[in-house]
């Protein structure tokens, strides 16, 4: 599997977000996984908001999440993210690895389409940030 990550952000877990178990509750990783999509998006000065504002809504299509090992109470992880597009979606390839040993806890797929104006669409601003879409 490809690893050429383009982005990643660092987090720590929070009590909250564990369950009686002691390790981070599942739908959880699906917060990481988003938040970490948006903060990349800032990062090439795309905002969420500013997209829906023009009638652009990117929505999750598909998830896909395979558990490596579990995150507790306290770990610090990072999120890393590598994007392709494939017809008219965008594919968010995410991991999460905690730190500092990096030992792999979380492999995602994220499909992504963008809605404009309601309808399916390809989105200028998106296709920017896709490694080799404009090349």
Known sequence: ?????????????????CDLQGIVNNANYQHYLEHTRHEFLLSRGISFASLHAQGIDAVVARLTMAFK???RSGDSFTCKL????????YVFYQDV??????KCCLKSQVDTVCLINGRLGTCRELDRIVPGEND
């Open 1 to 17: 599997m490809k690893t050429d990550y383009i982005f990643e952000l660092e987090m720590k877990v929070r009590d909250y977000e």
């Open 69 to 71: 090992t579990p995150l």
């Open 82 to 89: 590598r994007v392709e597009k494939d017809g008219i979606k």
């Open 97 to 102: 690895y905690r730190l500092p040993d990096m």
